[in-house]
Structures are given as structure tokens and as C-alpha cells.
């Protein structure tokens, strides 16, 4: 028991340590990106050939390898089965980052879309990659990485580590055509945080100020910085570079209590108060334990034996003494409190509900 106790208080105390914000300043590449610049995602449908008699029998498999085989002059009856256990028909899917030229290779991802039991061994065949507006934007093709595992013995048993049915190829797919962006065009810039705030935002548009000077810079809202900029493109390179090093100071996050109910992680940030509040919580228990008898007719009458139910009912109550919370209870403080009653995690989500459903708990209480 004792060595459970300070289990949870050590695991308390980290989501504290976690939680609390120190002020540190943050590089505004890290804090914001800039508008128009941005990766795209691509799509594509191909064949996977060479498996080792683990691709699928699905229709469309077949009727996409006789179209590629038509493209080669060869043709296959209709009533003609290729017999494809070596193929797989399979999705592609590949991130273009923003800026990409043609003739550089990116990373692609190769899933199974049939019932193929395995990719591993598999080449992929020429396939053109698709942008959402339906172009062609890369061209993929190469032997993949299936980092899955499977084994199945004679008497049905089997083992299986990972995903057979995925894999990928490194550099797998050519760009054969660049994603047009306005990133030279006009007289500004802006920038776009990755968490909206208003204080981050004001700070920012200060800090660019300082150095480019009065009006170069402003908070349209709690997300876009616009920012004046150089029309050529060589000078806007220098000029981004030296501003997405400058350093800001972010505002502080509101108040909030996040509740995995999943996993039982819970997490309290730094501003989270608690009203003045008494708490208790304990477990009932009730035990119902059914045993079976026979009864006897009496002596030597015409009854029959018959079996008849003995239940035992019992109920047991946890006896938790009661907290009180005070006005100025602070994180550090809610932290102690539970310690001390050593809550597991799913009562301490209750307490959690229970404490915003009274309107003592003066945070967002977020449960995903």
C-alpha cells in the first residue's frame, strides 16, 4: 500500500511539473507558420506484384491487371482466370511538403485495399500520384518496407507482429510537377499560430515592430500576424529567416483539466482553482453469494428431494473522511489534497465531474 501511495504521488506531481508554464520564449517558427506555405496531400491506386502467394482475389484486382496488360498488348479473355495470388491491388498516399520541385523524391505509404494477406516481398508498379484538384503531382514505383510479421503453423494456430498489409518506400515516389504558392505575390505576409491567443498574437506583432520598426506589423486577430513585406523573392527569403528566429514569449494557457477516460490520464494546467468545497468519496461494496441445498422429503413421506437457493447478502462501505477545500486553493494544493486521500484515477475523475457540476472546479474540464 505504501509503495502504491507514492506511486501516485510521484504521477501527480509529474503532470504538475508538465502542466506548469514557465514563460519560456519560443522562436516564432515554432510558434506560427506562414500563410501559403503549405504541404499537400497526394493519392493514387497501383499493383503490388511478387508476393509469395499472399496477394488478394478481389474483382477489381483482376480487372486493373488485365487493363495493364492491355497497355502492353497483351489480352486475357474474359472467361480466362490469371490466377493472381503473387498481386495485390493497393492505395498509395505521399505528403508533398510546400516548395517541392520537380524531379525530388518524397517518402510514400503502400496499403493493401483487397483481402491480400501480406505485402512483404512486394514491388510496387508505376503510379501516378494525384493532387485533390485531380493533376498528377509525383509518380511512384520501387520495392517496399513491410515491417510486419506473421507466421501460421499446420494445426491453425498463428502469430502475427504488426501490420502485414502496409508498407512503405523511401524516397518511393518522383515530383514531376510543383504546387503553384503566393508566396512572392503582394506586399505582405502573415503569419498563422498553431494555437490561436490573443496575448501570443499582441506580443508577436510587438516583437516584430522592435526591430522592423512603427506599422510593420499587426494583429489581425487571435491567429494571423500580417506583416509587411519585400517584393523579391531573394530578399523575402533573407527577410523571413530573420524573423522566424526572433523570439516570443507566448501567453499562458486558460485554465484546464484534460480527462483521458480511456487510459485514466489525467491532466491539470497551472490556473486551475478550486471555491471553497468539502469532499468525500468512498466505495460501496455489495457481495450476493448464491449456494445451492437439497431438502429431504420427511421420513418416509411421498415427497421428492428438491434443491432450494441460500443467498448471502452482504454490503461493505469504505469509511473516507471528508476534505475541505478552501478560497485560495491552488494547483499545489488540489495535488497534496489527493495525494493524501490517494485516489486512484478513476475516482478522481469523478471528484473532477462531481467539482465542475457544482461549480467549484474554475477550469474547462475536457474529457476525450
Known amino acids: 500500500m505504501k509503495t502504491l501511495a507514492i506511486t501516485r504521488t510521484l504521477s501527480i506531481t509529474l503532470l504538475l511539473c508538465l502542466s506548469a508554464s514557465f514563460g519560456f520564449a519560443d522562436r516564432i517558427k515554432d510558434l506560427a507558420s506562414v500563410q501559403g506555405v503549405r504541404s499537400n496531400q497526394l493519392v493514387g491506386y497501383g499493383l503490388v506484384v511478387g508476393l509469395d502467394g499472399t496477394g488478394d482475389k478481389s474483382d ?48 510514400i505509404t503502400v496499403s493493401s485495399l483487397g483481402n491480400a494477406d501480406s505485402l512483404r516481398g512486394g514491388s510496387l508498379l508505376l503510379t501516378p500520384l494525384r493532387g485533390a484538384d485531380g493533376n498528377v503531382y509525383a509518380v511512384a514505383q520501387g520495392s517496399m518496407i513491410v515491417s510486419g510479421f506473421g507466421a501460421e503453423g499446420a494445426d491453425g494456430s498463428s502469430i502475427q507482429v504488426n501490420i ?21 505575390q503582394g506586399d505582405h505576409l502573415t503569419f498563422n499560430l498553431h494555437r490561436p491567443d490573443f496575448t501570443t498574437a499582441k506580443r508577436m506583432a510587438e516583437t516584430i515592430t522592435d526591430l522592423l520598426g512603427p506599422d510593420s506589423a499587426y494583429a489581425v486577430d487571435a491567429t494571423s500576424i500580417r506583416v509587411t513585406a519585400p517584393r523579391d523573392a531573394n530578399q523575402r527569403v533573407s527577410f523571413l529567416s530573420v524573423l522566424e528566429n526572433l523570439e516570443v514569449t507566448p501567453g499562458e494557457e486558460s485554465a484546464k483539466v484534460i480527462i483521458n477516460s480511456r487510459t485514466g490520464t489525467i491532466v491539470v494546467g497551472k490556473h486551475v482553482a478550486i471555491e471553497p468545497v468539502a469532499i468525500t468519496h468512498g466505495d460501496l461494496t455489495v457481495t ?40 485560495t486553493v491552488t494547483l499545489n494544493d488540489l495535488v497534496n489534497a489527493v495525494n493524501e486521500v490517494g485516489a486512484a484515477p478513476g475516482d478522481l475523475m469523478a471528484i473532477l465531474e462531481a467539482l465542475k457540476s457544482a461549480g467549484a472546479l474554475k477550469a474547462e474540464l475536457i474529457i476525450i
Open 60 to 107: 477489381f484486382t483482376d480487372q486493373t491487371f488485365r487493363n495493364m496488360m492491355e497497355q502492353f498488348g497483351i489480352t486475357i479473355a474474359d472467361d480466362e482466370d490469371p490466377k493472381l495470388a503473387n498481386v495485390a491491388a493497393v492505395s498509395v498516399h505521399a505528403t508533398l511538403p510546400a516548395f517541392s520541385k520537380p524531379g525530388q523524391e518524397i517518402d
Open 164 to 184: 502485414e498489409s502496409t508498407g512503405r518506400i523511401p524516397n518511393g515516389a518522383t515530383v514531376e510537377r510543383a504546387v503553384p504558392t503566393s508566396f512572392s
Open 288 to 327: 450476493i453469494q448464491n449456494d445451492l441445498t437439497a431438502a429431504q422429503p420427511e421420513g418416509f413421506s411421498a415427497g421428492e428431494t428438491v434443491v432450494v437457493p441460500d443467498t448471502d447478502i452482504a454490503i461493505a462501505q469504505e469509511n473516507s473522511p471528508m476534505f475541505l477545500f478552501g478560497p
